[in-house]
């Protein structure tokens, strides 16, 4: 069996080809060899072959190339090749069977034994690994992500031949040399080592003039393409040959012996970052004269000096004079000085210790002199700053350097930067079943993943705890994923032996100028999932400008990360969940309770400053409840205008962050904010989003805060927020339950505000299940209440519902008289959004007195009004109230756009109430036209809707729209069921409708 990478990926078994298909099946071949007896995840052979665009159907394409392969393998009786093992496969090729590690085997021991001075052996094994090669690497998927990796192998291949060249010619052998050499040159013009190498052998033939003119074409060639003069190490040798030394006529330029291998231990379990990996790998072994520094950047605990080792070790063959490693303890307190170093490098190239300068910069100057010519890879760990490295980078153009920092070290030109993040979701199991065992994980890969959540993906804490797995093969995974549950241990959990994530973040956050760790801690305590640079402001008391400066310096530091530019055009910000532990714990050690909860109050204080003056221009149309302005952090001009000019996207952009800080405000006990901002009007940014799921959070955080405070005001309002919360859901009754209990505190406090914002509630959840008579009982007695007030708000509010609700009675002059007033007082407070509400009743009024035009008149007003204040529910339910009187006026080509804009929108927002209201007039709007099958789909739609609500009126109303459609079906029966069914409802809830339908139906 032989696998084939160098030149076209083949398979041969028995000396006959296997087919392999087309680009793509060889592609993920090569992957899996060039990971032979390693699993390889899906997603990584994905990225492979498609990149960063890959088809929907990408991971069943996979599982059909693996398929295809298998076949192919087992008709040439090799089955069982590939396996599947969770997250991906893994091809197990026998030892010897990959042309690749047969060459890298016998470049290896090539170079073992010029080392040993067996010259005839190593150029014997070093010409048996070039006699591999069949053409380019990878030939034919130059096209896929391998392409670094066939580049890699392109040098090694070059490497052999070099060393190959070296060492036929210590062993004299200069005639057969030049014409191989001359060939290699002229492939390769800017290759000064190859330069050199013909030079040489022109030299000791005795051909001393065309040696030197090889150097004029390399100089010459270097200038023109590069722009660059020649390197030292040819420089001398020109220098030589023109002095006609005898030194060089004997003998290797260099001895192999004492080759620097300095690389530390890479891990036998790396996973993960295969993109890093590739882009690492392809830079550093670039066929072309320069090789850029690389710098491996990231927080602590992501892996940068793994991921350094992994790739030094990958590349290592393609720096054939070797490999220095320094470990510069940057986040230490007692960091490597670079003189240190560079003492320890020089002796390391040859340098006798007493021959070592003793200042640094002539150390430097020592150091670049050694490694000018050579090709070697030096890699500096864990460095702090620019200063502390720039010493150590060598001078010329052949040598490579990998730097990791946590430091981005923007102050080095020319380098390539790679940040690391932590780890996707699935590399992080596989890293935890690559330590605990990949059985284990994959037999509770439910706690696995739990587990790794708790780590935040961080690998240096999935480490520690596949360390603590691995070394109790009986604990359940279960166990320590629930452990792990707890925030206040986690940090405790993470630590093994000498690894732990606290001491990790610490090393980072000891760095830190004292404000910067002031901003640090209050962000963890305050422990919300992102923020912007003002509510970091307000956490700290700073301007706005002082803490983005700081925020900056953090996300230098690599303690604070960038998350988006919101819609707003702000900069956001997130602490990593472990920085954020970290940092709580900090804070509860270094500053006094009192202090922090004053700054998540300022935070707090501060959003409901902007909601104050968001909602000023535009007041509610709902009881709005009477809190004082204490509290309220003072909003800076830039701050408020930004926001007012765009208040759903600001709410938008801090909706996650503002439940967060209430669920903590209320935990810490600040229950009179929390309450005020959950009680607060959002009408601006809350209405037409149905953003329950915030709504719900902060309204539970600030009731049992309230109830935890024995706060029976507060609590009452609670009450009362949240039974508007479960009619704005569809749970009428739960909500009618909240109202209830909010209304028997509030008569106990006798509170009269308070009594009428819950008995306008009861109102409200009674008027949508049809229960009118006791919906006006509420409201009537609410507008009593009120009036004596002065409240404009709370009277336009009540005035509105109970004229809708006599509305649906049939009280045309009542309702009348209620809208009026409701609109009046709206007026006299300035509600916008009240007028609004009220002059779409207003159109409901006319439509069902019959007066059409008024009727889309003012519903179309009502719909300028909500476009105006950018709720687009509203506007789409004021839309609607003007289509269905347009339907009635026949104007049908303009209600049907209108009534699919309407349905659109109320999709959209997930109101069902919506849905099924537009449903139901599209439905009468097709009856109307004859289409009956489209008529009888909508209004199927729309009773699957009623059907999961409480709304009997509602049903029984588009029941009677399919009395009519099985009518104009043919079908009588059914139409005269329907319409008695829907009869009997109107009836029982005294609805407007039975006195239309009662002359007809005399009998029921």
Known sequence: MEFRLLGAVEAVIDGTSVPLGGAKPRTLLAALLLENGRVIPATRLIHVIWGDDPPETARALIQTYVSTLRQAFTKGGMPGLITTQSPGYVISAPAGSIDREAFEALLAAGRESAIAGQLEQSANQLRAAESLWRGPALSGLEHSLLAGEAARLEELR???????????????????????????????????????????ALYRLGRQAEALACYRDCREALIEELGLEPGAELKSLHSSILRGEADLVGGATRSHSGVPAQLPHATADFTGRASETAALIASLTSTTASVPTQVISGPGGTGKSTLAAHVAHQVALSFPDGQLYAELRGMSDAPVDAGAVLGRFLRRLGVEAAEVPESTDERAELYRTLLAGRRMLIVLDDTSTEQ????????????????????????????????????????????????????????????????????????????ISGARLAGRRRMPLPWLADRLADESERLNELAAGDLGVRASIGLSYDALEPDQQRL????????????????????????????????????????????????????????????????RERAVAEEPADI??????????????????????????????????????????????????????????????LAAGVERASILGLHA????????????????????????????????????????????????????????????????????????IFRELEDKHGQAAALAGLGLACREPGHLVESLHFLDQATKLLEPLGDDIGIGYTRRLSGSVRLEQGDYPAAREDLDKSLQAYLRAGSKRGEGCTLRTFGLYHRARGELDQAVQTSSRAADIFRELGDDLMEAYAVRAAAKAQLRQGRLDEALPALEGSLATSRAAGDRWGQGATLRVLGELHLVEGR??????????????????????????????????????????????????????????GAREYRELKEAYRGL
């Open 158 to 200: 070059l490497t052999a031949i070099d060393e190959r060249i070296a060492a036929d010619l210590a062993l004299g052998r200069h005639d057969s040399l030049v014409s191989e050499l001359t060939v290699l040159v002229d492939r390769h013009p800017t290759n000064e080592r190859l330069r050199g190498r013909l030079m040489l």
């Open 388 to 463: 502390q490295v720039r010493p150590l980078l060598p001078g010329n153009r052949s040598c490579a350097t990998m730097i990791t920092s946590r430091a981005r070290l923007a102050g080095l030109s020319g380098v390539d930067l790679t940040e690391l993040d932590v780890l996707d979701s699935e590399s992080a199991v596989e890293l935890l079943g690559r330590l605990a065992g990949p059985e284990r994980v994959a037999k509770e890969r439910g706690a696995a993943e739990r587990i790794v959540a708790h780590c935040a993906n961080l690998p240096l804490a999935i480490r």
């Open 520 to 583: 640090l801690r209050r962000l963890g305590f305050f422990g919300v999932p992102h923020i912007s640079s003002w509510t970091a402001a307000w956490l700290c008391g700073l301007s706005e400008l002082e803490a983005e400066r700081l925020l900056e310096l953090l996300v230098d530091a690599q303690l604070v990360t960038f998350m988006e530019l919101d819609e707003v055009g702000r900069v956001r910000y997130r602490l990593h969940d472990l920085v954020r532990i970290f940092a």
């Open 596 to 657: 922090l909860n004053a700054s998540v109050a300022e935070v707090l204080g501060g959003w409901l400053a902007l909601i104050s003056q968001i909602t000023a221009d535009s007041p509610p149309e709902e009881i709005s409840w009477q809190h004082t302005a204490e509290g309220r952090t003072p909003v800076a001009d830039t701050i408020t205008r930004q926001a007012m000019a765009a208040p759903r996207a600001w709410f938008t952009a801090e909706q996650s962050a």
């Open 673 to 744: 904010l929390a309450c005020e901002f959950a009680s607060a009007r959002y009408s601006t940014v809350f209405v037409g989003a149905n953003r329950f799921e915030i709504r719900t959070r902060i309204s539970e955080a600030a009731f049992a805060a309230a109830r935890q405070a024995g706060d029976r005001r507060s609590e009452a309002i609670m009450l009362a927020e949240r039974g508007q919360l479960r009619y704005d859901q569809d749970h009428y009754a739960e909500a009618r339950q909240q109202f209830g209990e909010a209304l028997s």
């Open 932 to 989: 009956l099958d489209l008529a009888g789909s909508c209004l199927k739609a729309a009773m699957e809707v009623w059907e999961t609500m409480d709304v009997p009126l509602w049903r029984a109303r588009t029941e009677r729209d399919m009395a009519l459609l099985s009518e104009l079906s043919g079908d009588q029966e059914q139409a005269q069921v329907l319409r008695k069914r829907a009869a009997m409802v109107f009836r029982d809830h």
